[in-house]
């Protein structure tokens, strides 16, 4: 049976007055936000936790090294209390059992971040694929990265619209399928490759998408969302 669509916002700023400005929008609106590397690295942990109080986030930091480096780097997260954190899937299977062990192991469990295993990023096509040596389709490569990755202990997947259908299809209902790579219908794409709109997505079983400037850049940032959370209404 088809579940509701939750929207993510992502706060891709280097300024926290405008992030907390952008969180507000999603305050008023009941969405979770999304906490990416430029703001990270910009503002450092402290504003982090501070964006973060009172607030479900995701936190999107992509840890992908070796099994040791990332399960310490996830322990050292546990103060920040996301309710989401991203992996790469390419890491593989030995990076993804650790990190579910740290998970597990550093987190209680009313904190337990939802763990999500990036399968391929949203702005790569078959192309750039096989300029890393990867020569099956997106599609088929999402497929192979995505069971490996839940069997390792991901909680879920991050894959593009394109993909989710045919996940649904072969890993069921239950999977957590957390969807970037959204535009509006007719929107320029700008670096995102294998895009849908939102109402493609939520058709297709999205659990959340991911939406950053097609909110974001928006004359009117707050119509924009609204106008979003209307199309995952259906
Ligand atoms: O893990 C992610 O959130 C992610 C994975 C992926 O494959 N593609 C992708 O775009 N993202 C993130 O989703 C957001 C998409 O932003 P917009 O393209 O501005 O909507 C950015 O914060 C990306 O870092």
């Known amino acids: 049976m088809k579940k509701n669509t939750g929207l993510i916002l992502a706060l891709d700023t280097k300024d926290p007055s405008q992030a907390e400005e952008w969180a507000k929008i999603a305050d008023a609106t009941g969405q979770m936000i999304k ?18 109080q009172g607030r479900k986030i995701f936190l999107d930091l ?21 309710a989401m954190l991203t992996i790469h899937a390419l890491g ?19 904190n337990k ?3 999500l295993a990036v399968t391929v990023l949203t702005s790569m096509n078959q192309e750039n694929l096989g300029a890393i040596g990867i020569f099956v389709t997106p599609l088929e ?26 996940l649904r299809e072969y890993l069921g209902d239950e ?15 700008d ?15 999205a659990s959340w998408i991911v939406v950053g400037r097609p909110i974001t850049r928006a004359a009117n940032p707050e119509v924009m969302a609204t106008q979003i959370l209307r199309e995952l209404q259906g």
């Open 62 to 82: 992509k840890l992908h090294d070796i099994p040791n480096t990332v399960a310490s780097a996830i322990a050292s997260l546990a103060p920040v209390k996301p």
């Open 141 to 166: 490569q999402v497929l192979l990265l995505g069971k490996m990755a839940l069997a390792a202990g991901a909680d879920g997947l991050v894959c593009s619209p394109q993909e989710v259908a045919y």
């Open 191 to 205: 670096d995102q490759q294998r895009v849908m709109t939102p109402a493609q997505a939520r058709e297709a079983g």
């Open 92 to 110: 593989g299977q030995d990076m993804i059992r650790a990190a579910r062990r740290s998970v597990d192991e550093h987190f209680l469990n009313e």
């Open 113 to 115: 971040p939802i763990l």
């Open 35 to 52: 906490i990416g590397m430029e703001y990270t690295y910009a503002c450092g942990f402290d504003e982090v936790c501070r964006l973060a």
């Open 175 to 189: 999977v957590i399928l957390v969807v970037p790579g959204i535009r509006m219908a007719d929107a320029v794409a």
